[in-house]
């Protein structure tokens, strides 16, 4: 059974560890330390000015079975240690480094139980009856205190997210790679994609983009840095193990302002069960934050199918390949995306992939827009088949009935069949603001791009969206004024319009449509 008391805070110099917790804390502030180097500090503080060998620490942090560079990842995690603790391997503070034997940690150490209330041990037996009545009556005296004190604060206990009942928004910063092979970066980034998917389904929480949370990847940045910049309240964090065909996913729910960890949980399948193993993070998260799931909700997160290994790892390889939208990457992600099909048939997922692909290559005329409407339509409408549920697919197929069939009122109904699926998609509302914005309906157009801006304040992209509904408007003053405000708010964005427009970026796209067309208007306008 487990012990009811607290599991040991360990202090060392101004660090305070809490094991349970999963934080390392200098002078009371959360210091942000990834998963495995916290592994290595944990191995260290259980024997302290002992030698902790190498092969220990591998034994802890992979299974045997992981094939990883080891020398490579053991490095890595102590180094990422050592700048946490702002110590080095020349002069250490902390950790000695013994050449090809191990480390050592060589600081003092105090543990002690975690601070919280522990009540004394009742009375011996042979107590007298006044001394256990005044006991109890005090004992209770204090619980109704306790009681109290909890009753009359119980609206600061919430403002500070306690229980996670006030997170309302939330961001998924990157998942960490604990391979130690950075080919692997595919499968974690692919991970922290679907989990991004799955959260957004979730009416009742705000969830921001990939677009916004991927600027965050190894970043040094604090929780409350991060979330005052994004305008949420929770974050979850974690990592991604893969073994073989093994997936052990730990996740984290932080309360952003206190940086108070709410939940964390490890989830560890087959990769055939990642879908379902994907819809069971997003659920535990929604659970945590108190956010209501409709029956349809609830439905899809539990409905994912099972997948073929080999399939899901050529997927997840197609949409690695799909960014930047240049012709060599995608038609390398279109190998994996047939790859996938061909290993796992009733895989939707990959046929959607298959689609954008060709949809994608057909837009940019690397493809002839026949041939890619023709086989774009064969995959959307089989990923259709197999799951109609599917926000992605009917995301796209409005695309496709849109740019290429022309079918005005079809994709329409499919626009807002993908993000009554998915309310939290930024991507189908963004889509659906620049269709709207080519029908001529500015204020609808405008009204989706205020709830891109909603659902994710620092979207980088939402200018340029605005901007582009300007352009089909031809409202070349505010496309101006939005494009002074895009310039202020992302500098990149302006380095960008100046590259080879062929390699497809987005900003480039656009800018190649307003060279065109506006920039000759907005001469003669401000001439």
């Excluded at 939208?325 to 298959?354: H, M, N």
């Amino acid at each position: 059974m487990f012990e009811s008391r607290a599991k040991p805070v360990i202090r060392f110099g101004t660090f305070e560890v809490n094991p349970h917790a999963g934080e390392l804390r200098r002078d009371g502030s959360r210091v942000k330390l990834q998963d495995q180097p916290f592994q290595v500090l944990l191995a260290l503080l259980e024997r302290p000015n002992e030698v902790i060998t190498r092969e220990e620490l591998r034994a802890k942090l992979w299974p045997a079975d992981t094939f990883v560079d080891f020398d490579h990842g053991l490095n890595a995690a102590v180094k990422r240690l050592r700048d946490a603790l702002g110590d080095t391997a020349e002069n250490p503070r902390f950790i000695e480094t013994l050449a090809r034997r191990g480390y050592r940690f060589i600081a003092p150490v105090d543990s002690h139980a975690a601070a919280s209330p522990i009540l004394p041990a009742l009375p011996q037996a042979h107590t007298t009856k006044r001394i256990r009545r005044a006991y109890l009556i005090g004992l209770a005296g204090i619980a109704a205190l306790i009681l109290l004190v909890v009753a009359l604060n119980a609206g600061y206990w919430a403002r500070l997210g306690f229980g996670g009942r006030h997170i309302a928004s939330l961001a998924v910063l990157p998942l960490e790679n604990l391979s130690g092979n950075p080919e692997q970066e595919y499968f974690s980034d692919g991970m922290t994609d679907a989990l991004i998917a799955d959260l957004s389904k979730i009416g009742a929480l705000r969830v921001t983009s990939r677009t916004s949370s991927i600027r965050y990847k190894k970043t040094s940045k604090s929780l409350p840095e991060i979330a005052r910049e994004l305008n949420v309240d929770g974050v979850v964090e974690g990592s991604v193990m893969r073994s073989g065909n093994r997936v052990r996913i730990i996740a984290r729910l932080i309360h952003a302002p206190t940086e108070q960890n709410l939940w964390t949980e490890t989830y560890e399948r087959d990769l055939g069960d990642v879908l379902k193993l994907q819809g069971d993070v997003a659920e535990a998260v929604a659970e945590q934050v108190r956010a209501q799931l409709t029956p349809e909700q609830h439905a899809r997160l539990h409905s994912a199918p099972v997948v073929n290994p080999s399939a899901y790892e050529a997927y997840l390889k197609g949409r690695f390949s799909e960014v930047p939208s240049t012709q060599a990457g995608l038609k390398q992600a279109q190998d994996y995306f047939t790859k996938a099909i061909r290993e796992d048939p009733g895989f939707a997922l990959a046929y959607v992939g298959l689609a954008d692909c060709f949809l994608q290559q057909g837009t940019y005329r690397w493809l002839p827009p026949q041939d890619a409407s023709q086989q774009g339509s064969e995959a959307i409408h089989k990923a259709l088949q197999l799951d109609e549920t599917l926000s992605e697919a009917h995301s796209t197929l409005a695309f496709l009935k849109w740019q290429f069939s022309w079918d005005w009122q079809t994709a329409e109904s499919e626009f807002r069949r993908s993000v009554d699926l998915k309310p939290n998609s930024i991507d189908g509302h963004e889509a659906f603001a620049w269709y709207l914005g080519w029908a001529g309906r500015r204020d609808e157009a405008l009204a989706q791009v205020q709830e891109v801006r909603r659902l994710d304040p620092a979207f980088p992209l939402i200018f340029i969206d605005e901007a582009g509904i300007y352009y089909h408007q031809r409202d070349y003053k505010s496309l101006v004024d939005v494009g002074q405000k895009s310039v202020a708010a992302n500098p990149f964005v302006a380095t960008a319009r100046t590259r080879d427009p062929s390699s497809g970026d987005y900003t480039k796209i656009l800018h190649r449509q307003l060279s065109s067309h506006a920039l000759k208007h907005l001469r003669n306008a401000y001439a």
